[in-house]
């Protein structure tokens, strides 16, 4: 677990003086990194305040460490950065906290460099962070996997080893694609009207968005060699928002026995800026609260530091905005609003788990949480459990069915071509200065 | 589909005269790719006789195509070669055969490139021949499918999605290693002995291999752009084998409701050489003959191309060598044989229908069939059918259960450490040359 030093103080102000307005997006202390397109070629970037510093132009100018300068210009994206050791990549937190703080500091002072290595965040295009090698995908919401259980089966929602282990399944990484890139409404096998008929071949009826929050890997475990829970927060570089696109009426019809596929891999946005665990470490908190209904942790899963801090004061938000919503110049509605601090399985176990089986981790893979729900009706991360269309479009009587009502009027049970799904995420205390995470957004079109 | 042409004349000769000999595993007809360490270098090479060609330095000579001496030049793999279109792989094809066959070629005469170009495949250590970006694994045996769903299902073996959609699944891209590699024993969740018990953590007992087919891919279509039934044929490279350990006890704990996970991840062995579409289009054959009880296809997976020659004579074989046989001196067992074409999807199925959302798929991205079994008991493409341990352990009256009995006296259910586990394939008709695919081999270490 990072220790709290002096980037994390909640007083300190940068000369870039965007940064310091209270409501500032990236303030001082948190410097995520994301890859913006400059001259038409992809380079690392840090965000603060309403700007982006090219770390390329850092290095160049000699102001990063030896491994740091490397990590930036071998790369054209994060990937050098993740493949980092964990005290480099503190070293150089604290080195860009400098350069960004100290109003003597080389980039403070040196104008000519700042030409060259500011270049205001609205003026910039975002990349996809990283190439991700591989990328998996968790169900570690108690919440959600009790909702999604009990639509089908109402007596025993949870499966026998869901509390004994994160379950996950392996996902698609070539179509993660960035905040803000259209998601184009995949075609599919769909579910047959009743048993025994044919399934029939269009386009997706029940399409849905899951609020997920992702963690960038730095990999370093050789084939063979799991990562146990004391190391796994070493191996945690940063984290992300993440929608996972689902095709439910796909899902439902190709799933038995292997798992969801092609209703997955049509698309998965990213957020653009990855959030270190450096500068989440002001926020991190207890895990899940297990109960005496709860069974015991076997021992690879356990620890008390993971128990005490593995989790994440992160505070999650979900919109969305119709096109007839932006005609009649409506504001996105908000659609739940959660947090991430009761998942029940921890990024850290999420990794362990992965890894116990000897399966190798690469710098730049990706995990993802699972569906973000929460214990409250407003704080379901999908529509599949907002909107309680468990039977598919086929409702049965006594159903819970709820269609969302718009305020242009509109209903949804899923999404619809034009909708725009936006997920925010912060996180914030008492004590210590926001951060956050910025955006994950998509528009569907047909 | 390819044409057959020149290059598949079984009367063929090389100036190499050890792939002259009847019994050549590389003939002049085969010409696969593969990647082999050169000077502490990896390099692109085609095998023929007992020699490895370097293609890149061929490329140096000015020997090859523009753009196949960029796509050797430019990658330490083959997704260079696979990312060419189909007219240039097929052009590079011919070019290897002609310098390769002809006695006055460049490379038949000129002594001081030979030396350069020329290695005895004796002395090379082979590598992975792709660093696969996504890896997806299908179930597109029948025999396959209604054994496994048999033991768990008798009355009903194979669920209603299964004839319409080549079921599949996203396997785990980091964990594929080259033939020879040795595997180690994973540990994961094992089963509770009893309903409502815990599960125990431990070394997986109940480990399996899986004899299957891979098809590596060209890649080339944009996300949100489905590939035809149509193309699909262009967008595949070639082939190899594939051995998909699976760690059955942890496999039927963990895959509900999200199919396998790390029952897959621990490792996956590909065999060394890729064979070309092109070299194989003496050998391609019907699809599955569908019967009276089987569904309609849907139109994107139905075609006359692909029922008349979408399928492949394929001959396949395992072997296993437990280490007291090799103690021994016994030579390999046996453990099945049966063929490829019988399956009941074909490589452009699975991947027309992988894309048929829009997913898109990279140059260098590897489908593998799911294991291939037959309609015999000895063609059963893995332990669990072969044993017929379905009850995991825990056989019931009536079980059909079968420990495989080894020359060394020795029985197995599942593999033991020290065990290895070949995979043997070639093409075979009577009117041409017969192309092997080279082994699959892996020894279980504890």
Redo the contacts between chains.
């Keep these: 677990m990072r220790t709290l030093d002096h980037t994390h103080d909640p007083t300190a102000t940068s000369w870039i003086e965007t940064a310091n307005d209270p409501h500032a997006v990236f303030p001082p202390q948190s410097l995520p990194y994301g890859v913006f397109l400059a001259d038409e070629w992809p380079r690392p970037g840090v965000a603060i305040g309403d700007q982006v510093v090219d770390l390329t132009a850092l290095a160049e100018a000699g102001l990063l460490s030896a491994a740091a300068t490397v990590a930036i210009r071998d790369y054209v994206d994060l990937t050098g950065l993740m493949s980092l050791p964990v005290a480099e990549r503190v070293a150089l937190r604290h080195q860009l906290f400098a350069l960004l703080t100290d109003p003597k500091s080389r980039l403070a002072t040196d104008s000519q460099l700042q030409r060259t290595a500011l270049r205001p965040l609205a003026s910039v295009q975002l990349l996809k962070p990283v190439d991700v090698?591989?990328y998996?995908d968790f169900?570690a919401s108690l919440y959600h996997a009790t909702n999604v259980g009990s639509m089908f089966r109402p007596d025993n929602p949870l499966?026998?080893?869901w509390k004994?282990?994160p379950?996950?399944?392996?996902?698609?990484?070539?179509?993660l694609?960035v905040s803000g890139t259209a998601v184009?409404r995949?075609?599919?096998?769909l579910p047959?009207a009743q048993?025994g008929a044919?399934?029939?071949?269009g386009p997706c009826r029940q399409l849905d968005y899951e609020l997920e929050v992702g963690a960038y890997l730095t990999g370093g475990n050789p084939?063979?060699h799991?990562i146990p829970l004391s190391a796994a927060e070493d191996h945690l570089f940063g984290i992300s928002l993440v929608n996972d696109w689902s095709?439910r009426d796909?899902q439902r019809?190709?799933?038995?026995?292997?798992?969801?596929?092609?209703?997955k891999?049509?698309?998965t946005t990213v957020s653009s800026w990855v959030t270190t665990m450096e500068a989440l470490a002001p926020f991190r908190c207890p895990g899940f609260t297990r109960g005496p209904a709860d069974?015991?942790l076997?021992?690879?899963l356990d620890s008390t530091e993971n128990a005490d801090s593995g989790g994440l004061q992160l505070h999650l938000e979900v919109y969305l905005s119709s096109a007839t919503m932006r005609e009649q110049r409506l504001p996105p509605l908000r659609l739940s609003h959660g947090s991430f601090g009761n998942m029940y399985w921890t990024f850290a176990q999420m990794l362990t788990?992965?890894a116990?089986?000897?399966?190798?981790?690469?710098p730049g893979?990706l995990i993802a949480s699972g569906t973000v729900s929460g214990a409250e009706r407003s704080s379901r991360g999908c529509l599949l459990e907002l909107t309680w269309d468990g039977e598919y479009g086929h409702p049965v009587p006594g159903s819970q069915r709820t269609p969302l009502r718009l305020p242009s009027g509109e209903e949804r049970l899923f999404l619809q071509d034009g909708d725009e799904v936006i997920i925010q995420g912060w996180c914030e205390n008492s004590t210590h200065r926001r951060i956050h995470l910025g955006e994950c957004r998509g528009t569907i079109v047909g």
């Design positions: 090698g591989d998996s169900y499966l026998p080893n004994h282990l379950i996950g399944y392996h996902g698609r990484a070539s179509s694609v184009q995949p075609q599919g096998q047959p048993e044919h399934p029939t071949f084939l063979g799991p095709a796909m019809w190709e799933y038995q026995p292997l798992g969801p596929f092609l209703a891999s049509f698309a069974p015991p076997l021992p690879y788990h992965h116990s089986n000897g399966c190798n981790i690469n893979d």
